[in-house]
């Protein structure tokens, strides 16, 4: 986890799931050759990206848990949308991670799209 905020973040701290690494998770996603991988702190790893003006997401599915990296995470991809592609996130519907819910609520307050809650905590928004 990247720095956390306890008045929005609930119990989570800095620090958390560290016990990892890049390689650990290829060899556990060996089996699918097509995914690729960012390591780091979003937004900061996804600058090498942003030199390929062209590029454009369908589908995004968010969980991350944080405010900030909510936030940040619908102000990189949101522009990023083809109309019609879908960004959704766990934990929106959460109340132990109030930040997801009020990234989402704040950020789309001003925008035409609507978010729509599912099952189990989750929430889908489709760009128009
Ligand atoms: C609930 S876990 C995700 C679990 C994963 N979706 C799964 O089902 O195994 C939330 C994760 O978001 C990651 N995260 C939160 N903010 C981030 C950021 N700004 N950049 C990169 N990772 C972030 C944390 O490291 C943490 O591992």
New binding site residues.
């Given amino acids: ?2 720095p956390v905020d306890p008045l929005t973040d609930g119990a989570f701290y800095e620090g ?2 560290g016990d990892t690494s890049v390689e650990q998770v290829r060899a556990y996603l060996a089996g699918f050759p097509a995914v690729h991988f960012h390591s ?4 900061e ?1 996804a600058k090498p990206l942003e030199q390929d003006m062209a590029l454009r997401f369908k589908f995004v599915h968010l ?4 405010l ?2 909510t936030r ?1 995470a619908l102000e990189w991809f949101y522009p990023r949308m083809v109309r019609g592609g879908l960004i959704i996130t ?2 929106y519907g959460d109340t132990t991670v109030p930040g997801v819910k009020r990234a989402f609520d704040e950020f789309f307050a001003d925008k035409p799209e609507t978010v729509v809650p599912l099952w189990f905590t989750q929430a889908v928004v489709t760009k128009l």
């Fill in positions: 986890m990247p958390e799931s780091g702190f979003f937004p790893s969980d991350v848990d944080l900030a990296s940040s766990h934990d």
